[in-house]
């Protein structure tokens, strides 16, 4: 397999984005051989292919042409027999008690947009319940964060009128049914950058000031909860 890379992974303002897979690794045996893994909200597949690079066998799920938009990215790495395809609504998952483990990063805003914040809740109870017991959900998700964020997100973000980002004080409650959470913020700067070689200055900066920042003003919340 050609040596995967975090922004193979990520793709985005990796500096901050990736802090939450170093975290995610620390917390997860080094290989995943054995254990079956869904990622929802694919998009390109980036974190299936992280966990197929793991040895994990992998569901890659997105609401509609998963395959399509993943095949791309994926067949630049041999991930034959380890990465299947299907097309999934996270808030109708059709498995119970199947995964090892579940990943995300950056769907709940949109799942919950247009004031829709209840349908959080409904998608976190559908992976509870696709998790085996003791399996993980490995998370990560915008937070609002600044007014400079909410105000530059409505300006130049397509989406960014609708999405309903999450706020730090909403985070405890979303994940209480879960035997164990562990989390934490980062990001300030990476997402304003113009290009990625911007945000990846700007997230190094971030990582600087992270002890002298407020939580409230970070951008990505990531952990990983234990059922």
């Given at each position: ?23 995610w ?9 054995g ?20 040895k994990a066998?992998?569901v ?13 990215l ?26 090892d ?13 247009n004031g ?10 559908e992976?509870?319940s ?12 915008n ?56 945000r ?16 409230k ?5 990531y952990?990983?909860?234990k059922?």
């Amino acid at each position: 397999m050609a040596k995967l890379q975090v922004k193979d992974a990520l793709g985005w303002d990796v500096e901050n984005w990736g802090r939450a897979l170093n975290y995610w690794d620390k917390r997860l045996p080094e290989s995943l051989e054995g254990m079956t893994c869904l990622e929802l909200g694919a998009n390109k597949g980036g974190l299936s292919l992280w966990l197929a690079d793991k040895k994990a066998t992998v569901v890659c799920s997105d609401l509609a042409d998963t395959e399509t938009r993943s095949k791309e990215l994926h067949s630049r790495f041999q991930v034959d027999g380890k990465i299947f395809y299907e097309d999934i609504n996270a808030l109708k998952i059709p498995y119970s008690e199947t995964f090892d483990v579940v990943v995300f990063k950056s769907i709940l805003g949109g799942i919950a947009r247009n004031g829709q914040s209840e349908k959080r809740h409904e998608c976190i109870a559908e992976i509870y319940s696709a998790l085996k017991p003791g399996g993980l959900l490995l998370f990560s998700e915008n937070l609002e964060s600044t007014s400079a964020h909410r105000f530059l997100r409505k300006k130049f973000v397509p989406w960014g009128a609708d999405w309903n980002y999450l706020k730090m004080n909403e985070t405890k409650d979303l994940l209480k049914d879960f035997s164990s959470v562990e989390s934490e913020s980062t990001g300030l700067l990476g997402a304003l950058g113009k290009g990625e070689k911007m945000r990846s200055s700007f997230g190094k900066l971030d990582g600087i000031l992270a002890p002298i920042i407020p939580n409230k003003w970070n951008y990505i919340w990531y952990g990983v909860a234990k059922k």
